[in-house]
């Protein structure tokens, strides 16, 4: 028999039945216990009884004949006998006149009398506890006339009761324990053949499946030819992995679709990426392309009068801020319509171009600006300068535009020149604004055509 471990539902019921059944047996053997000492007491009761049938005449005549032997003899007899402890012979008055045994003295406390008629005294506790059958002792004579001689009291006691019952309640326990043994093994043989073993086996099976695994289409089916709940279980669990593996399979196919998308949409995301980042990038390239398209001279490629105005308008609040001087320079090509005229337009704008890259080139500091500030003209804004380094610089650009010797026929200098205007201001202390400044650089660079150009005049 495959034995159920000590946590299984056998066990448990186990427990439960033979718990109900020790206390079921356990009232019952003390009600078969009681009824067996009655039983066997009142048992004893007769057989003490019955003593006087046997023993009465026997007794009744040594006394009579004052034969002490026979009646020492006869109660040695009566006191080996298996229910008796003890037995004594008393006289008309009472008083003991032989004694073998546990017996009640004259006064009615227990002694013991030995062989010899020595006595010791008996403690008196429930076993030692004596039942005892009193009979008189009557002689009758031959003329049929009964003489009362005495009296014989046979004993016996609990502890005799009480071994006898013991011997009984040992059978008793001993059947009970055998039927128990017997009903616990046909038990656990039933339960393992029709519970446990299907139930261990349903779970090691449902334990071992793998739901991954779709292809194996494993089932159970429990061994008996009858049908019965189990089965039933069994057949519902094949059901249900069947179920759950149809959709798994379909779960998987889901799944590797979502994959594919995924793995699709990451792949367009990727490529939406780059894209978005090379239009960023153009765009940024375009804006930063247009930003200086929008502050460039197309012609000479330096910056235009969008971004003087912007330059200016900067530094006067950074040098207004500051206290700096800020100084503007207005630079006019002379009798250029005529070059134009002469020379053509085309030739004319190269004039331009070289003038703007001779200006650019000769400034010294990197935060002053070269700009075109319309048609011939082109300005300088130089900021932190006042007028006398200032002019040092103008002088210098001149110069270099002198020095280029570009040929001007229609010229008294024979030669490309400029006219050249220089104002400046300290901002946070000029009344003025910005274009106060311009306006009297303008009438400085006016002067300056009319006073014979290719020259430098300070705005007054
Ligand atoms: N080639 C060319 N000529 C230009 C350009 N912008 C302006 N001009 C010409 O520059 C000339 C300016 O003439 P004016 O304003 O009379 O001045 P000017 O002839 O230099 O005489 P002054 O300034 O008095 O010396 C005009 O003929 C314009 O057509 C340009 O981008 N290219």
Avoid at 120 to 141: E, K, Q, T
Avoid at 282 to 294: G, P, T
Wanted: proline share 2%.
């Amino acid at each position: 028999m495959n034995f159920v471990s000590k946590h299984s539902l056998a066990v448990h019921l186990l427990r439960i039945i033979f718990g109900s059944y020790f206390v079921v047996t356990l009232i019952v053997t003390c009600i078969q216990l009681g009824a067996e000492y009655q039983h066997t007491k009142a048992g004893i009761d007769n057989e003490l009884t019955a003593m006087e049938q046997t023993f009465g005449a026997s007794l009744a005549s040594s006394t009579w004949r004052f034969q002490g032997d026979v009646q020492k003899a006869t109660l040695t007899g009566i006191s080996n006998l298996p229910v008796v402890t003890g037995v004594k012979i008393e006289d008309p008055q009472g008083r003991v006149r032989l004694a073998l045994g546990n017996i009640d003295d004259s006064d009615g406390i227990q002694t013991h009398v030995n062989a010899d008629g020595v006595r010791s005294p008996v403690a008196s506790d429930f076993l030692n506890a004596a039942i005892g059958h009193r009979f008189p002792i009557l002689y009758v004579d031959e003329h049929n006339l009964s003489h009362d001689i005495g009296s014989w009291t046979v004993y016996s006691s609990r502890h005799v009761v009480v071994k006898k019952v013991a011997y009984g309640f040992m059978l008793i326990l001993i059947n009970s324990i055998i039927k128990t043994l017997v009903l616990w093994f046909i038990f656990l043989y039933v339960f393992n053949r029709w519970l446990g073993a299907p139930i261990t086996e349903l779970s090691s099976f449902v334990r071992e499946q793998d739901l991954n695994q779709l292809n194996t289409q494993q089932s159970i089916a429990l061994l008996g030819k009858k049908q019965h709940e189990l089965h039933f279980l069994a057949d519902a669990i094949n059901a249900m992995l069947a179920s759950i593996r149809k959709h798994m399979g379909q779960n998987r196919a889901l799944y590797d679709e979502l994959q594919q998308e995924k793995e699709s949409l990451r792949v367009l995301n990727r490529s939406l990426e780059l894209r978005i980042a090379e239009r960023t990038h153009d765009l940024a390239q375009a804006n930063e392309q247009l930003k200086l398209l929008s502050l460039t001279d197309a012609l000479t490629g330096i910056p235009n009068r969008r971004c003087f105005d912007q330059t200016l308008d900067q530094e006067w609040r950074r040098c207004a801020r500051n206290g700096k001087p800020l100084m503007v320079a207005l630079f006019d090509v002379d009798w250029f319509k005529h070059y134009n005229d002469h020379y053509g337009h085309i030739a004319g704008d190269e004039v331009l171009r070289r003038v703007a890259s001779t200006l650019r080139q000769t400034v010294g500091r990197a935060g002053d600006t070269v700009a075109r500030y319309g048609g011939e003209e082109f300005a300088l804004i130089a900021p932190d300068t006042d007028s006398e380094s200032g002019l040092s610089i103008v002088h210098r650009m001149r110069d270099a535009i002198f020095s280029l010797d570009m040929p001007h026929a229609l010229s008294s200098f024979g030669r490309i020149t400029v006219s050249v205007a220089v104002a400046s201001c300290v901002p946070s202390q000029h009344e003025g604004d910005v274009n106060t400044l311009l306006q009297t650089a303008d009438a400085a660079l006016y002067r300056a055509k009319l006073t014979g150009r290719n020259q430098v005049l300070v705005a007054e």
